[in-house]
T-cell receptor
């Protein structure tokens, strides 16, 4: 099976812009979670989607949002970008049988100038 | 109560040594404890995981030791190799609606040839 894929891999934006990141889970996986990774804060949970519904949300401002489509692909959006949003954004999917194990994609490196 | 504390922050060992990375948690509702390995420019990859009803689990050169009463768990890497040089993260998964992973701060391991 192909792994979790994320696009784009690298992105440069300026403050105030918005950005949309995409994630395609492993085939058959219906749960998609998003994490932000920074040197200062480490890996932090953003939100989880399952069957097109947000199931859980981390402690991030409302500028961070997401959605999931019927094919389980997910997007996250960050509006009004701030310098502090520069990070590696990771997507992880979880399957039906081994529901505890999350498999991560390579991430999207976002740089905000 | 959601924190997972990881130590040391960095670790240097000689080839063949046995690096040990430690993690401690507070939330007794955590029910799954994975370790991830991350190379630069890549997403975290699952190494090995354990549930709290087991005190030890081995997979190849990687061993998790789990002490439920102390709320601590550790990763041992036997016969470490230069290719093991990476950042290692411990994590803990919640239950019910809070099934996201809470990560430790990471340990940068360097194995010298």
């Amino acid at each position: 099976k192909a792994g979790v894929t994320q696009t784009p891999r690298y992105l440069i934006k300026t403050r105030g812009q918005q950005v949309t990141l995409s994630c395609s889970p492993i085939s058959g996986h219906r749960s998609v979670s998003w994490y932000q990774q920074t040197p200062g804060q480490g890996l932090q949970f953003l939100f989880e989607y399952f069957s097109e519904t947000q199931r859980n949300k981390g402690n991030f401002p409302g500028r961070f949002s997401g959605r999931q489509f019927s094919n389980s692909r997910s997007e996250m959006n960050v509006s009004t970008l701030e310098l502090g949003d520069s990070a590696l954004y990771l997507c992880a999917s979880r399957g039906q049988t081994s529901t505890d194990t999350q498999y991560f994609g390579p991430g999207t490196r976002l740089t905000v100038l | 109560q959601q924190q997972v504390k990881q130590s040391p922050q960095s670790l240097i060992v000689q080839k063949g040594g046995i690096p040990i990375i430690n993690c401690a948690y507070e939330n007794t509702a955590f029910d799954y404890f994975p370790w991830y390995q991350q190379f630069p420019g890549k997403g975290p990859a699952l190494l090995i995981a354990i549930r709290p009803d087991v005190s030890e689990k081995k997979e190849g050169r990687f061993t998790i030791s789990f002490n439920k009463s102390a709320k601590q768990f550790s990763l041992h890497i036997m016969d470490s190799q230069p290719g093991d040089s990476a950042t290692y993260f411990c994590a803990a998964k919640g239950t019910g609606s809070a099934r996201q992973l809470t990560f430790g701060s990471g340990t940068q391991l360097t194995v010298l040839p």
